[in-house]
């Protein structure tokens, strides 16, 4: 069974600073998706990035980018350049190489960016 | 980006009522799914489905819930009859295919439902 862990539940940083959000997961498929989705105040739930587990080069997408350590088992989402916008809840998520396989949310983060 | 849209947006009903809730997908997708999550706390996976069928369900998927999209027309999550644990937003997902592209779902902005 597929398993995510986010150890942090709340972080406060101030603005324009680096943050980085731990994610561990556990799974037994040899191929996986691993992403990073943010809730806002809303309830909004926004898709950020995605690494697949067979590309060794770390994924970037604008201010956001992952560090994948595939033997820890480990998937860090580093947020650089931080703006009060980026005040949101975090979720860690998994899915097997499957097509329509579900995704498997950790717990989340709560990241809290100070003016 | 696409969309994916739920109604209602919030409902309340008695515990022991029915209700159901309706999910329009992204229009060419494929995979749906709906999930539970109580007070902003861990998003839980209650069902896929995909061609007319289940295909998966979680132990949150009691015997009281059931899916279905008649005719391509809204997906819907009803619950008969409802129970206080049943309160929650549930959201709404849709995916193209789990191969091949981004495997990325898309969310819905939930129903928040409350039983009394």
């Known amino acids: 069974a597929q398993k995510v862990t986010q150890t942090q539940t709340s972080i406060s940083v101030m603005e324009k600073t680096t943050v980085t959000m731990d994610c561990v997961y556990e799974t037994q498929d040899s191929s996986y998706f691993l992403f990073w989705y943010k809730q806002t105040a809303s309830g909004e739930i926004v898709f950020l990035i995605r690494?697949?587990?067979?590309?060794?080069e770390n994924a970037t997408v604008g201010h956001y980018s992952l560090n994948f350590q595939k033997p820890k088992s480990s998937i860090g989402l580093i947020i650089t350049a931080t703006q009060i916008e980026d005040s949101a809840v975090y979720f860690c998520?998994?899915?097997?190489?499957?097509?329509?396989?579900?995704?498997?949310f950790g717990g989340g983060t709560r990241l809290t960016v100070r003016p | 980006g696409p969309k994916v849209l739920q109604i209602p947006s919030h409902q309340i009903i008695d515990m022991g009522q029915m209700v159901t809730l309706n999910c329009d997908p992204v229009?060419?997708?494929?995979?749906f799914y709906w999930y539970k999550q109580i007070l902003g706390q861990q998003m839980e996976f209650l069902v896929n489905?995909?061609?007319?069928?289940?295909?998966?369900k979680s132990k949150l998927f009691k015997d009281q819930f059931s899916v279905e999209r008649p005719d391509g027309s809204y997906f819907t999550l009803k619950i008969q009859p409802t129970a206080l644990e049943d309160s929650a937003v549930y959201f709404c997902?849709?995916?193209?295919?789990?191969?091949?592209?981004?495997?990325?779902?898309?969310f819905g902005e939930g129903s928040k439902l409350t039983v009394l």
């Open positions: 998520a998994m899915r097997e190489d499957n097509a329509g396989a579900k995704l498997t």
């Open positions: 489905f995909y061609n007319g069928k289940v295909m998966e």
């Open positions: 997902a849709s995916s193209l295919v789990g191969l091949a592209n981004t495997g990325q779902l898309y």
């Open positions: 229009s060419n997708h494929l995979y």
């Open positions: 690494q697949d587990s067979y590309k060794k």
